[in-house]
């Protein structure tokens, strides 16, 4: 029993002796990458025909597609030594763990609940381990190499998002990283049919210009946690395909934002729709076949008769793409209604532009979470740990984020959704 013991720890102190952290090198290390990435779909138990359901993203040749849009960005692997090269010679290499990350400016709280509070913040994402090298120091090993990377960033807190019941995660993070649970958001999902939605005639969308947008979104956002500082440049990304706010129908809009923001109605909503289907597409694979059955006459049927507006399954058994909705925001008592409008509004515009699902990230106490359209079963429970890796604080006044309470709202930045 003691050699036992004894060997496995060697095992484990030769991977982790063994192992190289660097930046990822496009030319020679996306092959190596996609295979991890194969590896740990989403569900799956390591390969090897579970039979069990995965979600499988194809990050169409781009590992980098959910952080290159952020202010600064870095992608780490670990490899280690195969013994065996090119021609049967030694020195071969393997990837077996990555991981993402991005540095910017987000709001962390507000000096006397109105001015912002800027903080520089580092997200870490996309951290996978490939199931045959787990448990051997590889992910705390990524972890460790990106944080000093955001330390040299200046960064002052790292955070991370995982679901709620995904343990490994929650554990690596909060018991081996020093990460602290912070946040449970929600992510909704709702599917694209077939048919278009109907819009209600009492309300009127409007579709702002970016310059527009960003004035209302930083007179509205300003105390909201995570907004971030650089909004201008998410507005004005090529995969953000607009802004659009919903007033009552005969609301007057002659004098612009300013004229909305000095006297706005009683109640109103505004959200952003981004563009995933381009930086990458989903699968849902190893579905049974009853359940591909059943999607498929769902659809048929939306085919055959759209008149009848009956709700259908999308093929999500084939690669889909997505809109992510941000920046949902209102105020009012009709606000939930006036979101439920541009939801709809946001469901047709994917349904245009091929997509099978609409999914949007909103805090537990969102006040206008009520009036996001949405199938639970689609959706997920998220849980966001933070780290302080600054030993100081910027802003006295607001002390340690990582103890702050959590606000009504929250902004996902749909750049690294």
């Not at 790292?158 to 343990?167: F, G, I, L, P, R």
């Not at 309300?203 to 995570?226: C, G, M, N, T």
């Not at 992510?324 to 469901?347: D, E, I, N, S």
């Not at 079963?377 to 998220?382: F, H, Q, S, V």
């Amino acid at each position: 029993m003691v050699m036992a013991v004894a060997a496995v720890v060697e095992e484990e102190e030769a991977a982790v002796v063994e192992m190289r952290v660097r930046e990822y090198d496009g030319g020679r290390d996306r092959g190596g990458v996609e295979e991890v990435e194969r590896e740990c779909e989403v569900g799956s138990s390591g390969g090897g025909g579970s039979g069990k359901m995965c979600l499988f993203t194809d990050l169409l040749g781009d590992p980098l597609c959910r952080i290159r849009n952020s202010p600064a960005y870095l992608m780490l692997v670990a490899e280690i030594a195969t013994g065996t090269g090119t021609g049967g010679g030694g020195g071969g290499t393997r990837i077996v763990g990555l991981v993402r990350g991005c540095v910017k400016s987000v709001v962390s709280g507000s000096s006397h609940g109105k001015d912002p509070i800027y903080t520089k913040v580092a997200y870490i994402l996309g951290l996978r381990v490939s199931p045959t090298h787990r448990r051997k120091g590889v992910g705390k090993k990524l972890v460790e190499r990106m944080e000093e990377w955001f330390r040299q960033k200046g960064a002052e807190y790292s955070y991370m998002a995982t679901e709620q019941d995904n343990e490994a995660s929650v554990r690596l993070f909060t018991g081996r990283c020093g990460y602290a649970k912070f946040r449970t958001p929600s992510v909704l999902v709702h599917p694209v049919f077939r048919h278009a939605l109907g819009l209600s005639r009492r309300v009127s969308i409007v579709k702002l210009e970016p310059r527009d947008a960003e004035q209302l979104y930083r007179w509205h956002f300003a105390a909201v946690e995570f907004f971030p500082d650089d909004v201008d440049a998410v507005l004005s990304n090529a995969l953000s395909l607009g802004t659009f706010i919903a007033v009552p129908a005969g609301t007057r809009w002659d004098g612009g934002v300013e004229a909305f923001i000095a006297s706005p109605p009683a109640s109103w909503a505004v959200l952003s729709v981004w563009n995933c289907m381009d930086a990458f597409r989903l699968e849902v694979r190893g579905a049974p076949r009853v359940m591909r059955a059943a999607a498929g006459a769902t659809r048929m049927v939306d085919r055959a008769a759209p008149w009848l507006g009956i709700p259908s399954i999308p093929n999500l058994f084939a690669p889909f793409g997505l809109y992510f909705l941000y920046g949902l925001g209102g105020a009012g008592p009709g606000a939930p209604r006036l979101v439920r409008a541009l939801c709809r509004h946001a469901h047709n515009m994917a349904r245009r532009g091929g997509c099978g699902v609409v999914a949007t990230e909103v805090a537990a106490c969102e006040p206008v979470r009520a009036g996001v359209p949405h199938w639970a079963r689609l959706g997920a429970e998220d849980l966001w740990c933070m780290k302080r890796l600054a030993d100081g604080y910027t802003h006295g006044t607001l002390g340690d984020w990582t103890k702050a309470p959590p606000g009504r709202s929250i902004f996902v930045d749909p750049r690294e959704f």
